[in-house]
């Protein structure tokens, strides 16, 4: 980079020239120009930049997913990515403040030039969704139409690529099943743990918790653990997860403290927080339209807030592992692991002291 | 306060030895201590102490809100202890993240010691409901119960109270519906704007726009304007607030730059901000709800989450404010106020000048 | 727009086909491909997308104070405009999270590609830097030289412009300098607070202050009422601000509740956050800097965080405004505003009814 | 809890008796209340009960620090209650933003009511430095007097039990120094990482720097390496932390993705993450005290802003391990580790398999 000023490196090596002139205000093209129109257009432009890098990480992580057996090692750059892609949703969440000042007046003033053009056609966003596992059916329809009708051509092959390859969610699940530990030479988790629960469900009955409740409680754990009961869950919607990644899992989560599970729990703390922020997203999104346009009172129509509304409760990909929670125990009813089995699930250091 | 050392006065001034000694861990008296019962205690601890500020701002703008006329000289510290609410609540969404380090599993550990006492039981926000205008009826029944049955001594009375007099929400309403500018000597604004609404649609015949279409929309604006309209409209469950006060509401957002209008503006503000920040707080609970104790799935009953998520959509108070941006129509199709006005909405010193 | 897609429209509309194409790893293009790259390209480019916006808005706001007369009407955008910087500098305050999930032995793996750009060679940020105010001598030098030297062209031109007109500090002492109401008819705001300081520090000679400290607390005052002491002030560098410009903002401060202050009040306050959020914003950039490449421990050398930590505590342009709190006094030894003067602080239509 | 009903039981758990009448606001007790004095009193009473919950989760941490060995598996709650308390300090630091919602004037009026007591005497505050590490020799002197004089019995108690024990500085230059891989068998990872940065240095002479340059360069590690120039290094105040546990903390943050260190580089990370926010919640509180009482501009004097600002920069517990960035050489030149090394540092199970 010889012969160039700092400035000049700074301007090229951060593509200033593309940045800095990419704001086309069409109130001002059109003679009307309306000051607010700015900030509508960088703040969709600030989205879009972050939406890449989520993709970005995305293709890391995903890469690393993809082996056949995922490096101990890869689990702390995973960790790394997860967690920034977290810190950029807060950030998206937190963007709102700032289209909050535009008064509705101003939006109003403007619109008319935006065409058909609005945040709902971020082709980078529905592939996050895509790539994080949203499936097609499970979306609700925009307007009455498909996500993804009329793409244009690079979108439409980032879709086709996404839809045609394992998502982060099935990578998940595909992971989580071939965690080693559930079944373990004669140690059989689900049997340990199914025994745990009907110990501690019989006991109840001495604190007055009735026959039947006992029984619904115990037929319960088996919609994870049976897996005919699994498969009616599935077809039921109650679960989306196989039966093996929802056991190791809850695996995970019980026995976090093991060395080997440490990196894995923070991995699905990570994916919860992720879904969750971008649930916080959604809602965001919702208010804010509620406050630029109203949601139709009055009217009676649909809106865009009713649709975003939906999507705030149906457009949640990693329900499961909210879920579990509702499967654990207490600590003091949950079956010990044998010793042998937490030798092989910490350090090599320690065996060799 | 002579005689004292500096930490003895900040001591006794701050209450610390009631604040720092209320901190009861049930797990440990029941010889069983589980480390994040405390978080549990000091989390809503901390809760109860802002809802406590926030009832305490209320009074004073209540109070000044209760006389025939508010002082304009009354618009400063109204908006200056809104702004402090809504600081307060985007503090409480925050939060979450303190509580979200929680393992359901130590929740869990330590949840049976509860008994039946959990955050539904918080009477102050409750109490704060009441005071900002939730009505008894619009509520979502709390697990099959009335939401105030059994209620303490104290907190009866408060709720009585509450419920005796005008709530914010009715006090806004009779504010806006005196706005003297609205009809103010010949000007009649629901004229003028019914005009300049209907001069708008009429033009967009020439865009292509129905017949069935244009009257459709002048229609929508009756509902606003037309006395009988608007009646069937609250009936319907369209609108809550009163006629007038709506259009005064409208009126002061489309001329937010007069002067003696930006206070007022700002108030609305605030209200709308509040309002958002209200229900993204239900909303980070429902969020917070899924995460420690699951939706139900596997179960299909009915749960915690559930019930915050109607109360997230159904709770909303100030919804016309936010439905009136679909009232707004474009700058250049605005009705001009007369000169005369608008010398009336301004400082005195320019008319002297 | 006919013929063409949504995605079309919101693509061509937010200048996709730039931003999403402005990345270009140095790392990747000499073979060495550091993944964190990406993210320093991206958070940097979303920086100055926010200082573009943070200019655009300067614009506005300068344009409507460089009227002899600002218009009363003009101060509801001026205020929106500036909570808007406010909402940007907070994010951007945020953004620093993302960040810091870079190790630091990343940014030392791509760092050889950079040259000698880096975050110190953005001219949006001194623009602005400059536009608020901050003076050319006033600043710490950059690593020994100039802070503009070989800039660009084009922004060297904007740098000229800016220092060849009024900066939003200038405007901001004009316009308070010309405050009508600190000396209106036969009132004299600084004759009537002196008296009120005098009385008050004379009546705590009561209460066991001495002479001496009576005397030294009258003389602090003077710095602001008389004009020789406050040109001395100026020079010995304890105030920036011109007299007048004090006098007023006390004024303002003091009476802040008078409808025509109202507003004047909300904008010292929204300077006031602004000057505190980028003080934040340098002292993140330190920390991170600190955190990304040390603070030269072990070296003794000087470094990029020294150079920040200063800047943290130099570059502040409206640090009088935070001093002018340690002028106020209580609201009981305040002086009452005539009822003449406190009416034409107030509406027309008060007089009117 | 029979016999009570919800409302009581959360009450009573929540202990609300004491924490809701622990409010006494002098100014309404001396007949002239202040309102915000409310404010005053509530904001600093959440930040004790947030400084109670920290040392909680101190105590459990260090109690984990406190054994020779301290148990893999305790790695999981140390981390989480470190992340914890990083959450707790972003809150309080986002928190400042309800105080300075309150006016100067206000605070003024009520000031008078406050004796000496102030913010500066949290001795909760305290102790987190000293448990944390702040030495008193390193301490700021508080208005020329000991930060700990005329304490009350209880406090006084705490604080010598902090001094008389490890405070968690202490605990983790112990616990990195015991760390075993930094010397394995015949791995000596100083004489490995030495020679990696000559063969860097020496490489460096053919892109033209100087002798001179590449000498110094060599001599600025021997700083962490040899343990005479460490213990001058020390003298001169440029390091505080044990030789040992520096190399540990380089080796840690250099290898982070062998899964034995990838806990604790997210400890090493954590500690960075909550010193930094220590800072900035000092910065935030010094720009708060400047915008309530101004920083005796005009006056010459010393001031709460500051003593503030000189804590800032000089109460920072742990550099080092910010410093330590400028030790890390980039990835092409790291020594490669022994493969019998990597064995041990990554679980059993690999091994069994």
Same mark, same amino acid.
């Given at each position: 980079?010889?012969?160039?000023?700092?400035?000049?490196?700074?301007?090229?090596?951060?593509?200033? !020239?593309?940045?800095? $002139?990419?704001?086309?205000?069409?109130?001002?093209?059109?003679?009307?120009?309306?000051?607010? =129109?700015? *900030?509508?257009?960088?703040?969709?432009?600030?989205?879009?930049?972050?939406?890449?890098?989520?993709?970005?990480?995305? !293709?890391? +992580?995903?890469?690393?997913? /993809?082996?056949?057996?995922?490096?101990?090692?890869?689990?702390?750059?995973?960790?790394?990515?997860? #967690?920034?892609?977290?810190?950029?949703?807060?950030? *998206?969440?937190?963007?709102?403040?700032?289209? =909050?000042?535009?008064?509705?007046?101003?939006? *109003?003033?403007?619109?008319? &030039?935006?065409? $058909?053009?609005?945040?709902?056609?971020?082709?980078?966003?529905?592939?996050?969704?895509?790539?994080?596992?949203?499936?097609?059916?499970?979306?609700?329809?925009?307007?009455? #139409? =498909?996500?993804?009708?009329?793409?244009?051509?690079?979108?439409?092959?980032?879709?086709?690529?996404?839809?045609?390859?394992?998502?982060?969610?099935?990578?998940?699940?595909?992971?989580? /099943?071939?965690?080693?530990?559930?079944?373990?030479?004669?140690?059989?988790?689900? =049997?340990?743990?199914?025994?745990?629960?009907?110990?501690? *469900?019989?006991?109840?009955?001495?604190?007055?918790?009735?026959?039947?409740?006992?029984?619904?409680?115990?037929? @319960?754990?088996?919609? +994870?653990?049976?897996?005919?009961?699994?498969?009616?869950?599935?077809?039921? #919607?109650?679960?989306?997860?196989?039966?093996?990644?929802?056991?190791?899992?809850?695996?995970?989560?019980?026995?976090?403290?093991?060395?080997?599970?440490?990196?894995? &729990?923070?991995?699905?703390?990570? +994916?919860?927080?992720?879904?969750?922020?971008?649930?916080?997203?959604? &809602?965001?999104?919702?208010?804010?339209?509620?406050?630029?346009?109203?949601?139709?009172?009055?009217? #009676?129509?649909? /809106?865009?807030?009713?649709?975003?509304?939906?999507?705030?409760?149906?457009?949640?990909?990693?329900?499961?592992?909210? /879920?579990?929670?509702? &499967?654990?125990?207490?600590?003091?009813?949950?079956?010990?692991?044998?010793?042998?089995? @937490?030798?092989?699930?910490?350090?090599?250091?320690?065996?060799?002291?």
């Amino acid at each position: 980079m010889t012969g160039k000023t700092n400035w000049d490196q700074y301007h090229e090596y951060e593509g200033l !020239d593309k940045i800095l $002139t990419a704001q086309k205000m069409r109130s001002a093209e059109e003679g009307n120009p309306v000051h607010d =129109e700015m *900030l509508f257009i960088i703040f969709h432009q600030v989205y879009e930049l972050w939406f890449k890098q989520i993709l970005f990480e995305l !293709d890391d +992580i995903q890469r690393r997913f /993809s082996s056949n057996v995922v490096d101990d090692r890869d689990m702390q750059p995973i960790l790394t990515y997860l #967690g920034r892609i977290e810190k950029i949703f807060r950030n *998206l969440v937190g963007m709102m403040d700032v289209l =909050e000042t535009m008064p509705p007046q101003s939006f *109003l003033d403007f619109r008319r &030039y935006l065409g $058909t053009a609005s945040g709902f056609q971020s082709w980078q966003f529905r592939l996050i969704e895509l790539r994080l596992g949203l499936r097609r059916e499970d979306r609700i329809p925009v307007f009455g #139409g =498909e996500f993804d009708e009329d793409l244009r051509a690079e979108s439409r092959k980032a879709f086709n690529d996404a839809e045609g390859s394992a998502s982060l969610y099935d990578q998940i699940d595909t992971w989580l /099943s071939r965690t080693p530990f559930v079944d373990w030479q004669d140690y059989k988790f689900t =049997e340990q743990y199914r025994q745990a629960v009907h110990n501690m *469900l019989d006991q109840s009955a001495q604190h007055g918790v009735s026959a039947d409740d006992i029984t619904r409680g115990k037929a @319960k754990f088996e919609s +994870i653990f049976d897996a005919d009961k699994h498969d009616q869950a599935i077809k039921d #919607g109650l679960w989306r997860m196989s039966a093996p990644a929802l056991q190791a899992a809850l695996f995970i989560t019980i026995y976090r403290e093991e060395p080997v599970l440490q990196g894995p &729990y923070r991995l699905l703390q990570h +994916i919860i927080d992720v879904d969750a922020l971008i649930a916080q997203w959604r &809602y965001r999104h919702a208010l804010l339209v509620q406050r630029m346009v109203g949601m139709g009172a009055g009217t #009676g129509g649909s /809106s865009g807030y009713n649709y975003l509304m939906d999507t705030v409760q149906k457009h949640r990909i990693f329900n499961d592992l909210f /879920s579990l929670s509702s &499967y654990i125990i207490p600590s003091d009813a949950l079956p010990a692991l044998p010793q042998q089995l @937490k030798d092989t699930m910490t350090y090599g250091y320690t065996k060799a002291a």
